[in-house]
T-cell receptor, first 111, second 111 residues
């Protein structure tokens, strides 16, 4: 399945580093999402970009910064992360509010 | 706050057995999706249900959306080891892009 791709698949970074996660969707969808998946917790919606709105989860720390330059690309910029930010970061896309399709995720480890 | 509770959380069964997973909420959803997720990968969409009372079948999997669009069930007939994985339900309310994910059901089918 190559509808939604994410790079890198694995990332190890120190707390003082700056890195970016990239997501690209090839499905012609008009909405894109970032989720965080931690062990023993439900998927947590971080950000949504659609033609109509940008939605943020108010509990997401400012050290996570999204960027959506067009409807096919989505970035998550990371800086001064904490060890508790280690998780699987998932990107998804959808057409309007219909079914979401997920990428394979980026496994992030903060040391 | 919208919540989706899934039950059971864990299920270990023998190959050939039947099982049902439940997804319940006090909120009404415009649509509800079921996903299966393998370790280290993104969730893969299985089905979307939209109409109250709707039943959809995908080979040995049967999905039902409650009449009031607050709950859903996934029934697997004659489970196989390949059905092993984390099953997630996700609902979305009207006029929003905020999907709410369930807590997940981790299924293991033993050969």
């Amino acid at each position: 399945e190559t509808g939604v791709t994410q790079t890198p698949r694995h990332l190890v970074m120190g707390m003082t580093n700056k890195k970016s996660l990239k997501c690209e969707q090839h499905l012609g969808h008009n909405a894109m999402y970032w989720y965080k998946q931690s062990a023993k917790k439900p998927l947590e919606l971080m950000f949504v970009y659609s033609l109509e709105e940008r939605v943020e989860n108010n509990s997401v720390p400012s050290r996570f910064s999204p960027e959506c330059p067009n409807s096919s690309h989505l970035f998550l910029h990371l800086h001064t992360l904490q060890p508790e930010d280690s998780a699987l970061y998932l990107c998804a896309s959808s057409q309007d509010r219909m079914s979401q399709y997920f990428g394979p995720g980026t496994r992030l480890t903060v040391t | 706050t919208q919540l989706l509770e899934q039950s059971p959380q864990f299920l270990s069964i023998q190959e050939g057995e039947n099982l049902t997973v439940y997804c319940n909420s006090s909120s009404v959803f415009s649509s509800l999706q079921w996903y299966r997720q393998e370790p280290g990968e993104g969730p893969v969409l299985l089905v979307t249900v939209v109409t109250g009372g709707e039943v959809k079948k995908l080979k040995r999997l049967t999905f039902q959306f409650g009449d009031a669009r607050k709950d859903s069930s996934l029934h697997i007939t004659a489970a196989q080891p390949g059905d092993t994985g984390l099953y997630l339900c996700a609902g979305i309310g009207p006029g929003t892009y905020k999907y709410i994910f369930g807590t997940g059901t981790r299924l293991k089918v033993l050969a």
